[in-house]
């Protein structure tokens, strides 16, 4: 069976996203059915790994063990659906510092895609974002938009923007990548 790997934003297609920032365990809310589509994709034997830029602890809003004890939270809430990541990649610069991973650059995605895609299997990459499509073109993966989180201004606002495909949310984008494994 091919193998897949499928890389996540976090805010807006995980979790709600804040204009202020998630800034600490009790700002972090799972959209619905986002972490069953994980587990569902885990379930179908996909690598799955979140590539989300972070630069609230750049601007001091909040420090790296508050966005550890975050992803702990996310973590804790997919076992308890039986399910897992395979890995948390964020960039915690800011926008003009020049860094190679805050997204649209894409050295997020080239990182998780040495540390865990077996050579010629297809990357995809899920987010609601035009930096994120913009990251994802620029790594070689193939870039899905979710209408969630900032996905449904993105889909307007950005008629150049051209993800390979647009979702209702990451459960859509889980059901159609899925079936695509299959089908092949």
Known sequence: MTRMLVLLDRDGVINQDSPEYIKSVSEWLPL???????????RAGMTVAICTNQSGI??????RSTLDAIHQR???SLGRIS????GIYYCPHLPGEGCACRKPEPGLLL????????????????GDSASDLAAA?????TGLLVRTGKGQITALQNPDIRPDRIFTNLKNAAE?????????
């Open 111 to 126: 990182q998780a895609i040495q540390d865990l895609s077996v050579p010629g299997e297809p990357c995809y990459f899920i």
């Open 83 to 86: 399910a897992s990541l395979d």
């Open 74 to 76: 996310l973590v804790q």
């Open 176 to 184: 159609f990548l899925i079936k695509s494994l299959y089908n092949k």
């Open 32 to 42: 619905d059915g986002s972490l069953e589509a994980i587990a569902e994709l885990k």
């Open 58 to 63: 750049g601007r001091g809003l909040f420090s």
């Open 137 to 141: 073109s620029n790594a070689n993966c």
